[in-house]
Nanobody, 125 residues
Framework: VQLQASGGGLVQAGGSLRLSCAAS????????MGWFRQAPGKEREFVAA????????YYSDSVKGRFTVSRDKAGNTIHLQMNSLKPEDTAVYYC???????????????????WGQGTQVTVSS
């Protein structure tokens, strides 16, 4: 599975950005695709994920209500719509995929086998 992320950039607090991640090959109904982020000096953290087959959505508490993850099954693409951005959302965002995660591991970045390149999101105050 190869992942190609796009989007990101610089935005003022309260603004919006949209990230996309296109997967080539290997995505099936049992796959999870997700977004993680890593700020300088901090560990990579879970942001959101989607179960490809069922469309079940998962969010971290810090982004729930502000971020929305969605999928385009035909294009093997997921999107992360980020609204009401805060300076603390500033980080490098990574998309990830795994073909055989169990639900209990879905929020653990170490459980994912496939990663896209990171994309920088900077929110100014």
């Amino acid at each position: 599975v190869q992942l190609q992320a796009s989007g990101g950039g610089l935005v003022q607090a309260g603004g919006s950005l949209r990230l996309s991640c296109a997967a080539s090959g290997g995505i099936s109904s049992s796959s999870y695709m997700g977004w993680f982020r890593q700020a300088p000096g901090k560990e990579r953290e879970f942001v959101a994920a989607i179960k490809w087959g069922s469309g079940a959505l998962y969010y971290s508490d810090s982004v729930k209500g502000r971020f929305t993850v969605s999928r385009d099954k035909a294009g093997n693409t997921i999107h992360l719509q980020m609204n009401s951005l805060k300076p603390e959302d500033t980080a490098v965002y990574y998309c990830a995929a795994d073909r055989s995660l169990i639900l209990s591991s879905m929020r653990n970045w170490r459980a994912y086998d496939y990663w896209g390149q990171g994309t920088q999101v900077t929110v100014s105050s």
